[in-house]
């Protein structure tokens, strides 16, 4: 545990806005899975893939980042996780087929792996145990606020300014 108490807040600000892109992104896309099918114009079966893609992806690296993260650091694979998410994250809005979508959100989903399994363990190795049960519910509920807020806000941008901006914006 940290003895700077400087980091509280900042740590717990990034791990907070982190833990909630994930879930946001699995329920802002599944809105606009309309207008991707539109636009690409494949199969319900296909469309299913970049909705599943993402979230097998991150279920299937949780434990090899985990693992990663005791080797390497924590804060290393957090970094790597939240570079891989952002930059899959502005590609996948540039996307020129169905194809290439699927394999952004796969790397998304790796991402997303790197942040959730390091991020926890980041918040509960600064904050002091007194302090340690708030922080962890409030970075807990930015997974359920990003789970609730995702479909709204997904809705409003994907009518207001296409499938692709969902993939900007965060």
Request: hydrophobic share 55%; glycine share 8%; no cysteine.
């Amino acid at each position: 545990m940290s003895d700077d108490r400087s980091l509280e807040t900042p740590t717990l600000m990034v791990a907070t806005f982190t833990s909630f892109m994930g879930p946001f992104m699995i329920s802002a896309v599944n809105v606009a899975l309309p207008a991707i099918q539109k636009e690409f114009s494949v199969s319900a079966v296909l469309l299913s893939w970049i909705a599943t893609s993402y979230l097998l992806a991150t279920a299937v690296f949780l434990v090899p980042f985990g693992k990663l993260a005791d080797i390497h650091g924590r804060k290393k694979t957090f970094a790597l996780g939240l570079m891989v998410f952002v930059l899959s994250s502005l590609l996948t809005a540039f996307s020129i087929s169905v194809w290439m979508l699927i394999i952004l959100r796969i790397f998304q989903g790796m991402g997303t792996a790197m942040i959730v399994t390091t991020g926890m363990a980041i918040v509960t190795s600064v904050f002091p145990p007194n302090k340690r049960g708030s922080a962890i519910g409030i970075y807990v509920a930015a997974v359920y606020i990003g789970l609730s807020l995702g479909p709204f806000v997904g809705g409003v941008l994907t009518h207001h300014f296409g499938w692709r901006s969902i993939f900007i914006a965060i």
